[in-house]
């Protein structure tokens, strides 16, 4: 007679409790013409700890979300390639590089008319300026129109904004006057940047390509889906070695196995494990928030919603005009750039961290968050009637 030992494994209980609710709400949601990723962000609100709080291990849940962008982003450069990043180049370097500016300039300049110390403003001006690579990219996939006009500058400007959490994530302590040679750690990051693109045009033009022919001699699909997953282990692994983001590297693991021969053969593999995790992103997001506060701060969220709405809207829109983009086209760009992003719920807690906001101030902001994601999909959805809307006759040529 065999005993067999019935072990409890508490993450199971968690997945399956989560996903009961989320079928349930996905439903409703579907029933009710609302976006599934609404659904999503409620089932996290409703398990969440300050509403029914039926979870026994929050933490679980943040690594599988961790791994759904990682796919999320892995899929993305796997469908974009080395060759295709290059003839928008242009778009992620300068078009990047202003959007970020240009919405931590007006978030800190209306904000230092509001007598906030200068500090805190553009603390706010680095939070505001990022939005979610994981939700626009995913609802433009869905769409089909990461290869427009408006989606390409969108998913150039959302690609420097996961490189450029790092050099906020360094200014923020130094800002807050609690760092030490701060200009040296900027260069050092930097040159690891520079570092990790070298590196990833040497694996894509030698190594990559040679290892997976010698994989594919075995003729088995597992064997090349376990390959697959050891490259973007490695690579991602590499740049959180390296100090950059597990995201960014599930990218650049995406371009370099994009410049294979089986690339398409990836993305089938891959697909069915990417809608699964990302699931878990957007419920996590919605298992931060304490829904109490929008019972005791609703004009303050009411506010600063339409604030930072307006704010990155103003951004994407001065950084495509600035890369001659024709208007209905950089209000489309505005438009889909106008939510706050998973890097930033981050860049707060170091802000919280840091003193440079209160406790009080970072529920409001996760609430306004949570409002900015659920409306991000209405906004995409209804970009192109908005920007026309808005848009003189003459600039509707595309």
Known sequence: MILAAVTEIPVLTDIAILFAVAVVVVMLCNMLKIPYIIGY????????????????????????????????????????????????????????????????????????????????????????????????????????????????????????????IVPLMLFTPIIAGKSEGGIMT??????????????????????????FKEVMRARNQEVFLIATILVVLCITLLTQQMGLSLALGAFIAGLIIAETDYNHLAISCILPFRYVFISFFFISMGMLLDYRVFLTEPAAIAFWFMFIVLVKIMGGFLASRALKIPIRTSLMVGFGLAQIGEFS??????????????????????????????????????????????????????
């Not at 970020?100 to 509001?114: C, D, N, Q």
């Not at 769409?143 to 408006?150: A, C, D, G, K, V």
């Not at 570092?195 to 040497?202: D, F, P, Q, R, T």
């Open 41 to 164: 962000l409620i089932t996290g609100i409703l398990v969440g700890p300050s509403t029914l709080d039926l979870l026994k291990n929050t933490h679980d849940v943040e690594i599988f979300a961790e791994i759904g962008v990682i796919l999320l982003l892995f899929t993305v450069g796997l469908e974009f390639s080395f060759s295709n990043l290059m003839k928008i180049k242009r778009y992620v370097l300068l078009g990047g590089l202003l959007q970020v500016l240009f919405t931590i300039a007006i978030t800190a300049i209306l904000m230092l008319g509001m007598n906030r110390e200068a500090p805190e403003a553009v603390f706010w001006g680095f939070v505001t300026a990022l939005s979610s690579t994981a939700i626009v990219i995913k609802l433009l996939q869905d769409r089909l129109e990461i290869n427009t006009p408006h989606g390409k500058a969108i998913l150039a400007m959302l690609l420097f904004q996961d490189i450029a």
């Open 186 to 211: 900027i260069l050092l990051m930097l040159g690891k940047l520079v570092g990790i693109a070298l590196v990833a045009w040497g694996l894509a033009k030698f190594i990559i390509p040679r290892f």
């Open 345 to 398: 719920f981050i860049l707060a807690k170091s802000g919280m961290d840091n003193e440079l906001i209160t406790e009080n101030s970072y529920q409001i902001f996760l609430a306004v968050s949570i409002l900015t994601m659920a409306v991000a999909p209405f906004m995409i959805a209804n970009a192109e009637r908005l920007a026309g809307m808005l848009s003189t006759p003459k600039s509707v040529v595309q």
